[in-house]
């Protein structure tokens, strides 16, 4: 159950990541402002408090239901900046080698959580498969540069809370550790709404940023919401489902899927850049077609020894 779970949940987060870059550089809106809109929508999960949903018992673990929502907030700030920096078919399979690397140190030390040798084989043949398509050459960089940079410590802050995450799973049940450890995302989101230039931008944007953004035909935040609306609610459903997932399986072979995610984002750039290229694109040489096709074999032989 939770392989078809991970499968579905990374397919609607490729469609998510497609959206998050079209919106960080087409409609430039801005990393920071990104990440508030990323986290207030996750506000609405409090609202499940009256159904049943029970208190922690230890402040350490209250804690680490902290930990977990505050590193994944952080992970998307993180992940927004390099995907800002550099192309999303690099930067995105690098966070998805990434994660499970750290997933899989954190998970051996934290919960003691031991794989078989085949699952072993299938992390490294699904983490190997990221690390190829990582590999950037394009006429802005050559190799890793600093969107990499942000993509391996937003693999770290992702890595952190989804282990912590599974420790809360594990005490108290998926609906309960859900709510508690989203909580600290959404509480994020409304101590960012109070910040300065967040403010002042959502309501009120200067008379000289509107005179820019009508003549540079750059769209306004108020523009995008609706889009980000979109967004947003998608990634809420694709994150949930992956949570389900790792409560109820490995966190770590969850985790290792997350290659399948960027699998999906090549298809979906590759398409998007050939048929809506004045919406999407990005250039791609042979060499670089090639490379990508074997990592997706290599992703695709990773999933084969986890069925």
């Known amino acids: 159950m939770w392989l078809i779970f991970s499968i579905l949940g990374y397919a609607i987060l490729a469609v998510v990541a497609m959206m998050d ?23 609405p999960v409090l609202f499940l408090l009256p159904f049943g949903v029970g208190y922690l018992s230890s402040w350490a673990d209250w804690l680490l239901a902290l930990l977990s929502g505050l590193t ?13 920096k550099s192309e999303i078919s690099h930067v995105g399979p690098l966070i998805g080698a990434a994660t499970p690397l750290f997933v899989l140190l954190f998970s051996n030390l934290f919960l003691s959580e031991i794989l078989s040798f085949r699952q072993l084989i299938a992390c490294g043949f699904l983490i190997i498969g990221s690390l190829i398509v990582s590999f950037e050459k394009s006429k802005q960089h050559i190799g890793w540069h600093s969107g990499i940079a942000w993509g391996i410590l937003s693999g770290l802050l992702y890595g952190a ?8 799973y594990d005490r ?46 750059v769209s306004a935040p108020q523009d995008n ?27 770590s072979l969850v985790n290792a899927l997350n290659g399948l995610q960027y699998a999906f984002l090549i298809i979906l ?39």
């Open 161 to 168: 809370s989804h282990v912590s995450a599974k420790y809360i």
């Open 72 to 84: 994944f907030a952080l992970a998307l700030w993180t992940m927004f900046l390099g995907f800002e």
């Open 225 to 251: 919401i609706v889009l980000v609306g979109i967004d947003k609610i998608l990634s809420v459903v694709g994150v949930v489902i992956i949570q389900y997932a790792i409560a109820v399986g490995s966190v």
């Open 21 to 43: 870059k079209y919106l960080l550089s087409s409609a430039k809106v801005q990393p920071a402002l990104y990440t508030f809109y990323s986290t207030i929508f996750v506000l």
């Open 269 to 307: 750039v590759l398409i998007f850049s050939k048929f809506w290229p004045k919406k999407f694109k990005e250039n791609y040489s042979s060499g670089e077609i090639f490379q990508e096709l074997i990592a997706v074999i290599i992703i695709i032989g990773g999933l084969i020894l986890l069925v």
């Open 172 to 217: 108290y049940g998926f609906l309960d550790g859900f709510v508690w450890t989203r909580a600290a995302i959404a509480l994020l989101g409304i101590f960012l709404l109070f910040h300065p230039a967040i403010y002042r931008t959502l309501f009120f944007p200067s008379i000289w940023q509107r005179i820019k953004n009508k003549f540079s035909r």
